[in-house]
């Protein structure tokens, strides 16, 4: 399994964060995480829920400040950025969007040109060709009239992608996108994310689809990083032993060469190898 440390051959465009940690309520919630994802690449970020990864896609976002540590973009810090350009870069489509108020698909979309344009200025034609586009690429062009209230779980996630997508972002943080979805819809989902022309780090509960759609994979527990690497290194029945305490079999050539995880009944005994600590891709 591999162990990357941030820094070492690692070029310093792009969205990294360095040894970052963060407390809340007295607890630490995460404690020196590093990752640093190769440009164009999807990444998935696995562990246990309380591992820390809704915290760290949030630090990474900008939205939280972490305690100790750096968030940089193109070798430059977040605040070195200012909060306009780094939303200009950075997307985010969280677990769960909700509105009170009955807007359509399109209104939803346009939000994403907001970072581009000036204070009470109208939507000029960029940006309406930037939410032509999003709209098209998720398959929304024909949902565009729509009210948010009328979808399903599925669709308001695309909307979320497509409002995403109308930033143009080189970056794009979504927090457990396939929650309360159909498998169907999952599946769906991810493809579409897995094709887009951005680096996209995806914090996902499912070892099979991470397995499916990730370049690379960032393993947490306890808020630290213990596995980095692609998902043929990294999901291993040891680490799932060791990281979720449960039994599995893993099948390390699954489909198209990538490995498929059949989980077994009963925890898995105390006491496996313990890993180091290392730096997410």
């Known amino acids: 399994m591999s162990r990357e440390e941030h820094g070492k051959g690692i070029p310093a465009d792009g ?82 969007a909700v509105t009170q108020v009955d807007l359509s698909v399109l209104d939803v979309v346009r939000l994403g040109r907001i970072p581009h344009r000036r204070a009470w200025s109208a939507s000029g034609s960029e940006d309406e060709d930037a939410v032509r586009e999003a709209l098209a690429h998720t398959g929304l062009t024909g949902r565009a009239g729509q009210s ?45 994310v897995a094709a887009l022309p951005v680096t996209t780090v995806v914090a996902l509960h499912d070892l099979n689809l991470a397995a499916m759609f990730c370049d690379r994979v960032t393993v947490m527990r306890e808020g630290r990083v213990v596995a980095g690497g692609t998902p043929s290194e990294v999901i291993t029945e040891e680490l799932i032993a060791d990281v979720y305490r449960v039994r599995a079999v893993v099948t390390p050539e699954g489909p198209e060469g990538r490995p498929s995880v059949r989980f077994l009944p009963g925890r898995a005994p105390r006491g496996g190898p313990q890993r180091g600590e290392g730096a997410g891709p």
Request: net charge positive; glycine share 12%.
């Open 15 to 96: 969205l990294r964060a360095a040894r970052v940690s963060r407390e809340a309520g007295g607890r630490i919630v995460l404690d020196g995480v590093s990752i640093a994802p190769p440009p164009g690449t999807t990444v998935g970020l696995l562990g246990p829920n309380g591992c820390g990864k809704t915290t760290l896609l949030r630090v990474m976002a900008g939205v939280l400040a972490p305690g100790a540590g750096v968030v940089t973009l193109d070798g430059r810090t977040l605040a070195e950025t200012g909060r306009r350009a780094v939303a200009r870069r950075v997307a985010v489509v969280d677990q769960h």
């Open 148 to 192: 948010w209230h009328t979808l399903s779980g599925g669709e308001r996630q695309r909307v979320q992608i497509a409002r995403a997508l109308a930033q143009q972002p080189r970056e794009l943080l979504l927090d457990e996108p396939t929650n309360h979805l159909d498998i169907q819809h999952q599946l769906e989902l991810l493809s579409l």
